[in-house]
């Protein structure tokens, strides 16, 4: 598909670095030796790492403006429109699915959330948001989601366990994850609760909500470019302090996606993106960013193939030295601790494997093609 000169070049550059930086934390030579700004938080509080996910959900909120906005005005076309959102929808959940059943297709065991799955069903609903509702209606649902959340994990009783509490295996949005998906088909890691369960995809979808109406400013007719960036970076710095204000009683917390880590989260999202709009959009320093781009316009061919050469390659086997063992540890023995420290091995192999898709990525965008998921 031929790329689109209407697109905002400043939204493909922060989505190309986000699905990157998602890449690389995924990705790491050995899962034993990871710097920790790259791991995500033990629970409570925020690394790095943990700022990618809701970045990217985010960037999908103020997108699905940039796509609908002038659609949306049809009032004939809203059913179309929302048919095809739930179609894309359907499809990121599915092709989620399919990493998770891969290379085994035990569907008695697979875990049926997971990224693709949440990004597939927070743009489904937020879209249908967007295409029925006014910007007010917008911040009114979103408002009314982060209170409902925190009210359900913070004042309601856990069945089988009594006072509402945030610890891991106990908490509201665990008991959920249990009764809804059950053991078998959560996050192998836990076996108890799932880190995109289901309950906190609800703040996650006002995490959507948080992009599009920043979208809705950028889109702005009525606006200059400067008062844009202003609103833009004003409102993103008063949500990152209600955020940590708010993380004071309702601890920031990825895994449970709390209502302060949407603010928190969405206030520094939404700062970096008017950084980025005013430099790549309004300055036209452009040529930096085109390699974040060759990521961002093909963001989720990119993050989908990363997982499955990542799979593949734990399932290749190579006999060394009298031992076998598979592709992925004996690429990464064979190239780089056999000279490098552990940590750094571990990064290089991370960073090499993020770089790697550029052979593919960089060719496809000086071509400007696209491949709409």
Not at 223 to 235: C, G, I, P, V, Y
Not at 345 to 355: H, K, M, N, R
Request: hydrophobic share 55%; with cysteine; glycine share 6%.
């Amino acid at each position: 598909m031929a790329h689109s000169n209407n697109r905002l070049l400043s939204l493909d550059a922060f989505r190309g670095l986000t699905v990157a930086a998602m890449i690389l934390v995924n990705n790491p030579g050995s899962w034993a030796k990871i710097y920790p700004p790259l791991k995500h938080a033990e629970w409570h509080g925020c690394t790095p790492t943990d700022l990618v996910f809701p970045f990217f959900l985010f960037i999908v909120g103020v997108a699905i403006v940039f796509a609908l906005q002038s659609k949306k005005a049809d009032l004939g076309s809203h059913s179309q429109l929302l048919g095809k959102a739930a179609k894309r929808g359907c499809i990121l959940f599915l092709l989620g699915l399919f990493l998770a059943l891969f290379p085994k297709f035990d569907f008695e065991n697979v875990r049926i959330m997971g990224v693709l799955q949440r990004i597939g069903i927070v743009y489904f609903i937020c879209a249908a948001i967007f295409i029925k509702t006014k910007p007010k209606t917008q911040l009114i649902i979103m408002t009314s989601i982060l209170i409902l959340y925190w009210i359900l994990m913070t004042f309601v009783p856990v069945p089988g366990f009594g006072a509402p509490n945030l610890d891991k295996e106990t908490n509201l949005a665990a008991w959920t994850d249990r009764l809804i998906l059950t053991e078998n088909h959560t996050w192998k890691s836990s076996k108890t609760w799932d880190p995109e369960g289901v309950l906190s995809t609800l703040p996650a979808v006002a995490t959507g909500l948080f992009g599009i109406l920043m979208g809705g400013i950028l889109k702005s007719k009525e606006k200059l470019a400067a008062e844009k960036t202003a609103w833009l970076f004003s409102l993103g710095l008063v949500a990152w302090i209600l955020g940590m204000a708010w993380g004071l009683f309702f601890p920031i917390n990825k895994a449970l996606w709390t209502s302060s880590y949407v603010l928190y989260c969405g206030g520094l999202a939404s700062m970096i993106l008017a950084l980025f709009y005013w430099i790549i959009d309004v300055q036209g320093h452009k040529k930096w960013c085109k390699i974040f781009v060759a990521y961002g316009v093909n963001a989720i061919t990119v993050f989908f193939l990363s997982a499955m050469i990542a799979k593949t390659m734990g399932m290749i086997k190579v006999n060394t030295n009298g031992e076998e063992v598979n592709l992925h540890t004996w690429l990464y023995n064979s190239f780089f601790t056999s000279w490098l420290s552990a940590d750094i091995a571990s990064l290089a192999w991370a960073i090499t494997f993020v770089l790697f898709f550029l052979l593919l990525l960089w060719p496809m965008y000086k071509k400007n093609i696209i491949i709409k998921v």
